[in-house]
């Protein structure tokens, strides 16, 4: 399990985390899961978070932002 311990994280609803927030826990747990990610799928640990793809989901409409 890898789960970084990220002081400072804020939600907009009291459950998932503002964007800011995400952010920052998502770079945390690149940096700690780098290693492990990049042996799975062949790349060096810097390229991990390069090495994926796939665009990011579009906005639903009308969601509130």
């Known amino acids: 399990l890898i789960s ?3 002081t400072g994280l804020n939600t907009f609803d009291g459950s998932h985390l503002d964007q800011a927030s995400a952010e920052k826990f998502v770079a945390a747990f690149v ?3 780098g290693p492990r990610l990049a042996k799975c799928i062949g790349v060096g640990p810097k390229n991990v978070a390069a090495a994926d ?3 990011a989901p579009a906005a639903k409409s009308g969601a509130a932002q």
Do not use: D, F, I, L
Request: a neutral charge.
């Open 31 to 33: 940096e700690q899961a």
């Open 53 to 55: 793809p796939a665009p």
């Open 4 to 6: 970084p311990k990220v």
